[in-house]
C-alpha cells in the first residue's frame, strides 16, 4: 500500500510565468500537494502557469480529475494554464478526457516559455 | 478531491488501465433488454463540456468488519454492479464487463416533478474511461443528463475497508441544470450513489452509513454549451417511446412497397 508519491517544485520562469515540475505520481494523494504548488505559484504574481509532467510516472483518473480542479480555479483567477513534457500516452488520456481542449499542450518547456512570451 | 489515505500500487496494471482515445462512442454488441439510444455515434464529455455549474460530490461507506482488500471488494463490486443500482435505473454492461473502452448502456427513469414516481424514461450510456483493480470511472457521452466523469473506488482507512462513489460534473444543458436546481434531480442522483453503496454494504452483510461531501467546483454555467439542449436524451428518449406506434405503422408499410 502507498500513500502520496509526488514531488513538486515551483520555478519562475518570467516575471508572470511560473513552472511546476510534477515527478511521480498525480493520484487523490497528490491534491494537497499540487494546490499548494499552484498557490506559491499564484503568490509569485504568476499569469501563465506551465505544468511540466516530463517527470511524471504515473497518473490515474483522480489525478485527472484534480487537474479539471486546478484549472477551474486558474481560470476563475484569470491565470492561463497549460502542460508541457506529457508523454504520448498521456497526450492521448488528454485527449480521451478532453483536458487538450482547454490546457494546451507544448512539447517541450522551452517551446512552452516561448509560446507564453 | 477526497483523498483516500491509502491506494494501492498500480504499477501492474498501468498500460491497460486507460481507454484508448474515443471520438465517437461504438456500441460494439447490446446486451439483451437494453435500447442502446443516444449513445452510438456520440463525443464523450467531461466535466468542461457542460452547461451548469461543476459539482463534485463524494459518496463513501465504511464496510466495517470486512476483511477482504480493497481489490477484492472491487472485484465484487464490478461483478455485481448492475445489481447493485436501483430498479429505476438498469445498467447493462457488455460481455466484456467494466473494462476500459467498454460501453455501458443506462435505461433509467426518473420522476418528471419531486416527489412524484419515477415514470419518465431515459436512455444513455456510459465509456469506461479507467479501470484498474481498485477503480473504475465512467464518462458520460453528449445528451447525458450530466457531463463528467463518476468514480468507483475502493480503499483502506484506518484499517477499514471504504467503498466510495465519487462524481465530477455539470448538467449538460440547461434542461437539465433547470432540473437539477429546481426540481430535484440532484438529489435523485444522489439517492442512486447511495442506494448502489447501500446494496454494496449489505452484500458484505454491513449496515453501513453512507457519508456524504458535496463541493461546488465552479458556480458559473456555460451559455456555450447551451446548445447541448439538442441531443438531450430524456427529451430524445420520450420522443422514440412517443414515435413507437408510428415506427409499428410504417413497418408493414414499407415492406408493402417493396
Not at chain 1, 519562475?12 to 510565468?17: C, E, G, I, L, Q
Request: hydrophobic letters at 40%.
Amino acid at each position: 500500500m502507498t500513500s502520496e508519491k509526488i514531488q513538486l517544485a515551483v520555478r519562475k520562469a518570467s516575471p508572470h510565468t511560473s513552472v511546476i515540475d510534477i515527478k511521480g505520481e498525480i493520484n487523490a494523494f497528490a491534491e494537497n500537494a499540487l494546490m499548494d504548488a499552484y498557490t506559491q505559484a499564484t503568490s509569485q504574481g504568476a499569469r501563465y502557469i506551465v505544468l511540466n509532467f516530463s517527470s511524471l510516472d504515473y497518473m490515474n483518473s483522480s489525478g485527472i480529475g484534480l487537474l479539471v480542479t486546478l484549472l477551474i480555479r486558474a481560470n476563475r483567477q484569470k491565470q492561463r494554464l497549460v502542460a508541457c513534457g506529457l508523454s504520448e500516452h498521456y497526450q492521448q488520456i488528454f485527449e480521451l478526457t478532453r483536458l487538450n481542449e482547454a490546457i494546451v499542450i507544448y512539447p517541450s518547456e522551452a517551446e512552452a516559455l516561448a509560446a507564453l512570451s | 478531491m477526497n483523498a483516500p489515505n491509502s491506494e494501492p500500487n498500480q504499477a501492474e496494471s498501468k498500460p491497460s488501465a486507460w481507454s484508448p482515445p474515443v471520438s465517437r462512442m461504438k456500441v460494439t454488441d447490446v446486451p439483451s433488454g437494453a435500447k442502446n439510444l443516444n449513445v452510438e455515434g456520440r463525443q464523450p464529455v467531461s466535466p468542461l463540456q457542460g452547461f451548469g455549474q461543476m459539482w463534485q460530490k463524494t459518496f463513501k461507506v465504511r464496510l466495517t468488519g470486512v476483511s477482504l482488500t480493497p481489490a477484492e471488494v472491487m472485484e465484487i463490486w464490478k461483478a455485481n454492479f448492475p445489481k447493485f443500482q436501483p430498479v429505476e435505473n438498469r445498467f447493462y454492461p457488455t460481455m466484456s464487463g467494466l473494462s476500459p473502452g467498454q460501453v455501458v448502456l443506462i435505461d433509467a427513469k426518473v420522476p418528471a416533478l419531486p416527489g412524484t414516481p419515477s415514470i419518465l424514461p431515459v436512455s444513455t450510456g456510459v465509456l469506461v474511461m479507467y479501470a484498474d483493480d481498485t477503480t473504475v470511472t465512467v464518462m458520460t457521452p453528449e445528451g447525458h443528463p450530466e457531463s463528467g466523469w463518476n468514480t468507483f473506488s475502493t480503499y483502506e482507512e484506518d484499517g477499514c475497508i471504504v467503498a466510495q462513489c465519487q462524481s465530477l460534473c455539470r448538467p449538460n444543458d440547461p434542461l437539465y441544470e433547470l432540473f437539477n436546481r429546481y426540481l430535484g434531480s440532484s438529489a435523485q442522483q444522489d439517492k442512486i450513489w447511495i442506494y448502489v453503496l447501500n446494496s454494496l454494504a449489505e452484500h458484505f452483510g454491513v449496515q453501513g452509513q453512507v457519508m456524504t461531501g458535496k463541493i461546488l467546483v465552479d458556480p458559473k454555467v456555460q451559455w456555450n454549451q447551451a446548445k447541448n439542449i439538442w441531443q438531450n436524451a430524456a427529451i430524445r428518449t420520450v420522443i422514440y417511446f412517443v414515435a413507437t406506434p408510428f415506427r409499428w405503422l410504417r413497418k408493414p408499410a414499407v415492406k408493402e412497397n417493396r
